[in-house]
């Protein structure tokens, strides 16, 4: 019985160890340049001393105390994150390696330039690396047209109406598969709608 019991203790005990892992946000554990990724130590043993973070380069040598008694770490950097509970029993975390995603590029073309604003611009999109795309045309008195999620869209600017040029900042947002986002911006110009006000005494409109 003793035996049994010693066994079944050891089988548990073996169990509980190796279900100790790092866990983080999504699949991967990886952040977008100037971000970060949260690492958690879970399933830590019970009773559970201190949190001691190590980081190294390679994942073999090199390794190097960071962080803080804590049961995350805020990872900025790319290599390899461990974690070590002081115990008893002193259990580490197996590591895992913390991987940067690259910025999709983010760039379009708008054509044609000076158009008179009962035209339509068209937007070529020619970005790479995006999952999905916000545009914005500057145009706040076109309304809920002012923004598209088209890959390549294309916008009738209203803007106001006058006797010259006006000019729209648009800005084209790109988001990867993993969050990352670049933005865009470029200066559209177009002609004005002749202005029905009238000058002189007696201002009005006529249409």
């Not at 960071?66 to 790319?78: D, E, L, Q, R």
């Not at 690259?102 to 068209?122: E, R």
């Not at 088209?150 to 916008?155: A, E, G, N, T, V």
Request: aromatic share 14%.
């Amino acid at each position: 019985m003793r035996k049994f019991c010693t066994l079944l203790f050891f089988i548990f005990f073996v169990s509980d160890v190796f279900s100790q892992v790092i866990t983080y946000p999504g699949t991967t554990p990886s952040f977008c340049p100037g971000g970060n990724v949260l690492l958690t130590a879970s399933n830590p043993p019970v009773p559970t001393g201190s949190y001691q973070w190590e980081f190294s380069l390679n994942g073999s040598t090199g390794w190097g105390n960071v962080g803080v008694n804590a049961s995350t770490y805020s990872a900025t950097a790319i290599g390899f994150y461990r974690v070590t509970i002081s115990g008893p029993p002193i259990v580490t975390f197996p590591a895992v390696e913390v991987t940067q995603n690259p910025n999709p590029v983010a760039s379009f073309t708008a054509t044609p330039q000076n158009q008179c604003s009962t035209g339509p611009v068209y937007f070529t999109n020619n970005s790479s690396g995006g999952a999905s795309f916000l545009w914005s045309f500057g145009d706040t008195n076109s309304g809920a047209n002012n923004t598209s999620t088209l890959f390549s869209p294309s916008h009738r600017f209203v803007g106001t109406a006058g006797n010259g040029s006006q000019n729209f900042t648009v800005s084209l947002t790109v988001t990867s598969p993993f969050g990352c986002t670049t933005t865009s911006t470029q200066t559209v110009t177009t002609t004005q709608l002749p202005s029905t006000a009238l000058g002189g005494t007696g201002l009005g409109i006529y249409n």
